[in-house]
């Protein structure tokens, strides 16, 4: 249930707070709940609206969101951009454009607020078991993360896309749909609108259960890397003995290598990457050229590489690959 004690759980009211808001149902719950809210009195609640031009009905959805926020008396930023496909498709392309506002806007501990719910974590897990990640990536999106000089919360991650429905409804609320939510050409869409709804007929609450098998995976992956890490400290960082990381296992070799590169601020790769990485440089005789290179394709975290040098493998960013 929607009320003004799950906005408090996670956010602090007395610093300032940016709403990322589409004008679609999550955003506009998110919005109308914190305009319920008693802000300390140097706190500002304000809306960004980013206009991506790529419907038809762009600029009716702008205009809607300014109309919206005049009524909530909230401050509203507009920002347009030209989205242009940088081979990762058109989806990917929009979220950097995205992240890269949020990032120019915030200031030191701002919060920028989105509205992600319990059915896209479910959504965001299968895309990445899809695309073969690895035990971390099955944790799904964090309710709280930096992001450049502020804090990037999630407060209705453990709340479901019904209970958003039903507190729009409850309290007649306008809200737009975005049509291209509708068609199944991206693959997220796929999953909701074609896969979903059958799993949720067999298993109901079926988001639900995946958040919950979420919630298990993430603290076992916490008590494991405590293991690994009180065991091989030494070994995890940002530069790695090769000639001692050849004489462990195999296995133990992939936790070393993602447990490194998480500790980097870098993307996890996926298991295929991992496999190429421990080609590269495990199994072959890695020399200067070596290098290996990844992304994750929503572009939430930072990419990566790892060359050679003085016998040693070394994790950093790959800025071009950068979100």
Same mark, same amino acid.
């Given at each position: 249930?929607?009320?003004?004690?799950?906005?408090?759980?996670?956010?602090?009211?007395?610093?300032?707070?940016?709403?990322?808001?589409?004008?679609?149902?999550?955003?506009?719950?998110? =919005?109308?709940?914190? /305009?319920?809210? !008693?802000?300390? @009195?140097?706190? +500002? $609640? *304000?809306?960004?609206?980013?206009?991506?031009? #790529?419907?038809?009905?762009?600029?009716?959805?702008?205009?809607?969101?300014?109309?919206?926020?005049?009524?909530?008396?909230?401050?509203?930023?507009?920002?347009?951009?030209?989205?242009?496909?940088?081979?990762?498709?058109?989806?990917?392309?929009?979220?950097?454009?995205?992240?890269?506002?949020?990032?120019?806007?915030?200031?030191?501990?701002?919060?920028?607020?989105?509205?992600?719910?319990?059915?896209?974590?479910?959504?965001?897990?299968?895309?990445? =078991?899809?695309?073969? /990640?690895?035990? !971390?990536?099955? @944790?799904?999106? +964090? $309710? *709280?993360?930096?992001?450049?000089?502020?804090? #990037?919360?999630?407060?209705?991650?453990?709340?479901?896309?019904?209970?958003?429905?039903?507190?729009?409804?409850?309290?007649?609320?306008?809200?737009?749909?975005?049509?291209?939510?509708?068609?199944?050409?991206?693959?997220?869409?796929?999953?909701?609108?074609?896969?979903?709804?059958?799993?949720?007929?067999?298993?109901?609450?079926?988001?639900?259960?995946?958040?919950?098998?979420?919630?298990?995976?993430?603290?076992?992956?916490?008590?494991?890397?405590? =293991?690994?890490?009180?065991?091989?400290?030494?070994?995890?960082?940002?530069?790695?003995?090769?000639?001692?990381?050849?004489?462990?296992?195999?296995?133990?070799?992939?936790?070393?290598?993602?447990?490194?590169?998480?500790?980097?601020?870098?993307?996890?790769?996926?298991?295929?990457?991992?496999?190429?990485?421990?080609?590269?440089?495990?199994?072959?005789?890695?020399?200067?050229?070596?290098?290996?290179?990844?992304?994750?394709?929503?572009?939430?975290?930072?990419?990566?590489?790892?060359?050679?040098?003085?016998?040693?493998?070394?994790?950093?960013?790959?800025?071009?690959?950068?979100?």
């Amino acid at each position: 249930m929607l009320t003004n004690k799950l906005i408090s759980k996670y956010i602090d009211l007395s610093k300032n707070i940016l709403i990322a808001y589409s004008g679609g149902p999550d955003s506009t719950a998110l =919005l109308h709940l914190l /305009s319920t809210v !008693d802000l300390n @009195e140097k706190a +500002k $609640i *304000k809306a960004i609206h980013i206009n991506h031009n #790529l419907s038809k009905h762009s600029d009716f959805w702008e205009k809607h969101c300014i109309k919206q926020c005049a009524h909530l008396n909230i401050n509203l930023i507009i920002e347009s951009v030209k989205i242009i496909s940088d081979g990762d498709g058109i989806e990917a392309a929009s979220r950097k454009a995205r992240y890269n506002i949020f990032e120019n806007l915030l200031n030191d501990d701002d919060q920028l607020l989105l509205a992600h719910h319990s059915d896209d974590v479910a959504e965001t897990i299968f895309m990445r =078991l899809l695309r073969g /990640s690895g035990p !971390d990536g099955m @944790e799904g999106p +964090k $309710i *709280k993360r930096s992001i450049g000089k502020g804090v #990037l919360i999630r407060p209705f991650l453990e709340t479901s896309k019904k209970e958003i429905l039903d507190y729009l409804n409850q309290n007649e609320i306008e809200f737009i749909e975005d049509d291209s939510n509708l068609g199944d050409n991206f693959d997220r869409n796929f999953l909701r609108n074609k896969i979903f709804p059958l799993l949720e007929e067999r298993w109901n609450n079926f988001p639900k259960r995946v958040n919950n098998f979420s919630t298990i995976l993430s603290s076992r992956n916490d008590n494991y890397m405590n =293991l690994i890490h009180g065991k091989y400290q030494h070994l995890i960082g940002n530069s790695i003995d090769l000639k001692e990381l050849k004489e462990l296992p195999d296995t133990i070799i992939s936790d070393v290598l993602r447990y490194s590169i998480k500790k980097s601020n870098i993307a996890t790769p996926s298991i295929k990457i991992i496999e190429e990485i421990k080609k590269t440089f495990i199994h072959s005789n890695p020399g200067p050229k070596s290098q290996v290179k990844w992304s994750r394709a929503d572009k939430e975290e930072v990419a990566g590489k790892i060359t050679y040098a003085n016998g040693c493998i070394l994790i950093s960013k790959n800025n071009q690959g950068q979100a």
